[in-house]
């Protein structure tokens, strides 16, 4: 499994192109741990909530919060694959299907969890995130 990876595949519908390149680079920066350049695509009110039976209780407001959420999931992982799909526009955000394939720090084992994710935009950054 390669370190770091990102890819879109599947079906994409209503896409916005300033809101598909937002969501793409946070991906991106998210999956190569950039975490300093994921701060300026959110938004300072920024909310993200975890999916349901997530170790972590949500919601993580603001930005640091969301960071903090952000970081301590990489720590986990020594290498992630995110492929992102069924995307759809929604006007003020987007809600799409993320399989997310990881490597674990410690014991090397493989796995993949499928999330769906839905987000609304405030300008051009992210304001809320819901993973489900």
Do not use: C
């Not at 990102?6 to 994409?12: A, F, I, L």
């Not at 999956?31 to 300093?36: C, Q, S, Y």
């Not at 919601?59 to 960071?67: E, F, N, Q, S, T």
């Amino acid at each position: 499994m390669e370190r770091a990876r990102v890819s879109w595949t599947g079906k994409r519908r209503g896409m916005s192109g300033r809101n598909t390149e937002i969501v793409r680079e946070f991906g991106r920066r998210f999956a190569t741990r950039d975490f300093d350049g994921m701060r300026p695509l959110l938004h300072p009110e920024a909310v993200i909530w975890p999916p349901e039976g997530w170790p972590e209780k949500g919601p993580m407001k603001g930005v640091d919060a969301a960071i903090r959420q952000f970081e301590r999931l990489a720590e986990d992982y020594a290498a992630q694959q995110m492929e992102f799909d069924e995307l759809i526009d929604y006007g003020d955000g987007m809600v799409g299907r993320l399989r997310w394939r990881v490597r674990a720090r410690h014991s090397g084992i493989e796995s993949e969890l499928e999330l769906w994710w839905a987000n609304r935009m405030r300008g051009d950054q992210i304001v809320e995130i819901r993973y489900f």
